[in-house]
């Protein structure tokens, strides 16, 4: 059991870490508050940087799953600091959508598992206004937002 739940969340660190490399040096177009980012074979992946007076917050992404033709997951990154039992806590538009856990920290940051976007959360994603996000630093808790300006055409690059 310990060993299948390592080999899993190494295959989801593979996975992470080869869709940011993919898109990390692709041609990019903005769309909205969003950055489309495509490789001709390899798919398209959207993101988004938010900010805090420290400097960069968050990143969120949102890719198609290689092996699921018609998934989409939203992952996230951000800041060492953060509580990683505490997760983070997504909404839209004040509607929770779930908790993304923690999976694992490395000198760029902290990365939560990604989250499958159902029709269901995706709706709420196209018709919303804010992604919120709840991140608590020790003791203390950090609300934030993503704007959803430009989702609804981004996300069709992704498909």
Do not use: H
């Not at 993919?22 to 938010?50: M, R």
């Not at 033709?69 to 839209?92: D, H, Q, R």
């Not at 939560?112 to 709420?124: G, N, R």
């Not at 196209?126 to 609300?143: P, T, V």
């Amino acid at each position: 059991m310990l060993i299948s739940k390592i080999f899993k969340n190494c295959a989801l660190l593979c996975i992470t870490l080869a869709t940011v490399c993919l898109f990390s040096t692709a041609n990019a177009e903005q769309v909205g508050d969003w950055k489309v980012e495509c490789k001709d074979k390899q798919g398209c992946a959207i993101s988004q940087i938010i900010k805090d007076e420290q400097g960069d917050l968050g990143l969120a992404f949102i890719y198609r799953e290689p092996k699921a033709e018609n998934m989409l997951l939203l992952n996230m990154i951000f800041p060492l600091g953060v509580s990683i039992p505490a997760g983070v806590k997504v909404s839209v538009d004040g509607q929770n959508v779930g908790i993304a856990p923690f999976t694992f920290c490395d000198k760029q940051g902290c990365n939560t598992l990604p989250i499958p976007l159902k029709k269901d959360i995706l709706d709420k994603i196209k018709a919303g206004n804010r992604l919120q996000i709840e991140l608590a630093f020790g003791d203390k808790k950090k609300n934030s937002s993503f704007s959803l300006k430009g989702i609804s055409k981004a996300l069709e690059s992704v498909k």
